[in-house]
Nanobody, 127 residues
């Protein structure tokens, strides 16, 4: 069983940076692809970024490509989302997700592909 706990959210101004962290428990974490999703008020949850468990591959939604970076630290059982040049439209609750996979290079972009979810952390970007 994997448990995920996000942290690092907050209220920032447009153009600022934040780094979200997601700490995982569970011995199999190193072989889990990971993802970040977000949900803004009144909108459906959307994919933000993903990383394969080998860390070879990453993928980003177009709106954050070049501004956000996903990374993982296997030794710390943690996945990060570095968010730069934040915009008001980035305001949302951010969730990390993990799922077991036998494929070291695979990334997953759909929420139904993930088995484990954190409770979310609020990011608010003021203009």
């Amino acid at each position: 069983q994997v448990q995920l706990v996000e942290s690092g959210g907050g209220l920032v101004q447009a153009g600022d940076s934040l780094r979200l962290s997601c700490a995982a428990s569970g011995r199999a974490f190193s072989s889990y692809p990971l993802g970040w999703f977000r949900q803004a008020p009144g909108k459906e949850r959307e994919f933000v970024a993903a990383v394969s468990w080998s860390a070879i591959n990453t993928l980003y939604t177009d709106s954050v490509n070049g501004r956000f970076t996903i990374s993982r630290d296997v030794a710390k059982n943690t996945v990060y989302l570095q968010m730069n040049s934040l915009k008001p439209e980035d305001t949302a609750v951010y969730y990390c997700a993990a799922t077991p996979s036998p494929r070291p290079a695979t990334v997953y972009v759909s929420d139904y592909q993930y088995e484990h979810w954190g409770q979310g952390t609020q990011v608010t970007v003021s203009s």
